[in-house]
């Protein structure tokens, strides 16, 4: 092991082990035929030495975007390529290797998942043909990854993202999983990369880099875009808890799963703390006062929201799944009522 070059080595929480994992080399001898995109695809800086992100389209993935809706990013160490997230399709996260290989040769060695959602993985596929990088994600990514959604997502995606998405598409799993936290070294920089859910889905996790004190937050927060709750998996009162616990962070940078990087990091995290707050407001007053789903929506004042992208795709199924979340707890309530009594 002393002999193998740029070494990175990974603490675990919780345990007193410490791994340590050499990193990885393209091997790939030839390139796989993934179909080219088209969109506008660039690196941007974060105005951070080093920090750079891939910032995604507004919208549901399509053939206009070519399934880039999403956000992902990586940092350059003298030790190496740490990424987060790998985007929707396997063309696009050959895109990213292509646009990393711009600036710099240094070897991907690691990709930190933030969670497995179709629009976020479907690009480790590239980064798993076309390098030997350890792929990072919470332990709790296996009740996503063997769920019926995960395969029913995937057939969707094969039909409103051919040819980008297609018979040879497949899901990546993690080589490494962790629990609560863990902490990763590369040259001078530090990454804490801990478990913010569930709240968003079961493996929510998060990535703050130092020096710089940028936050990667996949999608637990989504900056200016009307965030997506219509899943079984979202937990929105976690979702708030989360949100209050990055807050204490104090991000200097935020880089979250949709929208717009954030040199004002703490207005990003309140936007999507507040529509959260806003929707549960709302559905839980109607559920205390017995009035039907699509009452209490037509009364709603969604004013503030109508305008951002995603609202005529997400926020009316949103809503209801929130509903239906305010019902559950109204009978996890009278159940422990009942089952108080003497």
């Known amino acids: 092991m002393t002999q193998i070059k740029n070494t990175l080595t990974i603490f675990l929480i919780g345990t007193s082990m410490a791994l340590t994992i050499a990193s990885r080399t ?49 940092v350059v160490t003298n030790k190496g390529v740490i990424v987060f997230d790998a985007l929707g399709t396997p063309s696009l996260g050959a895109a990213m290797l292509r646009e990393i290989r711009k600036i710099t040769d240094q070897p991907v060695t690691h ?80 990454f804490s990369i801990f478990h913010a859910g569930p709240a968003h889905a079961p493996g929510d996790s998060m990535m703050m880099v130092e020096p710089g004190n940028v936050l990667f937050s996949g999608d637990i927060i989504q900056n200016g875009r009307v965030p997506f709750l219509n899943s079984p998996q979202v937990d929105t009162g976690k979702w708030m808890q989360a949100i ?31 529509y959260l707050s806003f929707v549960r407001d709302r559905m839980k007053s109607a559920v205390d006062n017995w009035i039907p789903f ?7 004042d969604w004013s503030r929201y109508e305008a951002l992208p995603a609202f005529e795709a997400s926020n009316k199924a949103n809503a209801y799944r929130v509903y239906l979340e305010m019902e559950q707890a109204v009978l996890d309530l009278a159940n422990t009522h009942l089952t108080q009594k003497p």
């Open 26 to 74: 393209v091997v790939a001898a030839s390139t796989p035929n993934y179909p080219d995109i088209s969109v506008p695809f660039s690196a941007e800086s974060v105005n951070i030495p080093n920090v750079y992100y891939f910032p995604g389209q507004s919208g549901v993935p399509d053939q206009y975007n070519e399934g880039f809706t999403s956000n992902a990013g990586f």
């Open 111 to 190: 990709i930190v998942v933030s969670h497995y959602h179709a629009d976020h993985i479907y690009g480790l596929q590239a980064f798993r043909d076309l390098t030997n990088a350890e792929i990072i994600a919470q332990g709790s990514t296996s009740l996503y990854i063997n769920s019926p959604d995960a395969a029913e997502r995937l057939r969707q995606r094969k039909k409103s993202l051919a040819p980008w998405v297609d018979d040879g598409t497949r899901v990546i799993l993690p080589d490494l999983t962790f629990k609560d936290e863990m902490f990763l070294t590369s040259g001078n920089y530090r």
């Open 244 to 274: 209050e616990k990055v807050k204490k962070l104090r991000p200097v940078v935020l880089i979250p799963g949709h929208g717009g990087a954030s040199q004002h990091a703490m207005d990003a995290l309140n936007f999507t703390y507040d």
């Open 294 to 300: 699509e009452d209490a929506y037509q009364q709603t």
